[in-house]
């Protein structure tokens, strides 16, 4: 059974870091893309980052480029998000999702290209 694990989301303060973690299990993630999205309340779901397994090659949205930076251990089959200089409109479910290795990915993460989501993560971000 394909299942991916978000874990680290929490409640920091502005200026603050986390990192979160998203851990595959039923399949090998070596020949897929594993994206970041996100969704505020009332808003859409949104690509963040991005990471093809075999390359590392990487992708970031504007809003969060210099602040995060996504890394993988294919090893552990576990991507990373590290995310620094955090402000309150980070807040938002982060949830990680596979996708088959397509080089359109890193410049148009749609939602509807990853068949498979984590549940998300928490992360809330105010003083």
């Known amino acids: 059974q394909v299942q991916l694990v978000e874990s680290g989301g929490d409640l920091v303060q502005p200026g603050g870091s986390l990192r979160l973690s998203c851990t595959a299990s039923g399949f090998t993630l070596d020949y897929y893309a594993i994206g970041w999205f996100r969704q505020a309340p009332g808003k859409e779901r949104e690509g963040v980052s991005l990471?093809?397994?075999?390359?590392?090659?990487?992708y970031y949205a504007d809003s969060v480029k210099g602040r995060f930076t996504m890394s993988r251990d294919n090893a552990k089959n576990t991507v990373y998000l590290q995310m620094n200089s955090l402000k309150p409109e980070d807040t938002a479910i982060y949830y990680c999702a596979a996708s088959p290795y397509l080089k359109r990915l890193f410049t148009n993460m749609k939602t509807t290209d990853f068949g498979s989501w984590g549940l998300g993560t928490q992360v809330t971000v105010s003083s």
């Open positions: 990471i093809g397994m075999s390359d590392g090659t990487t």
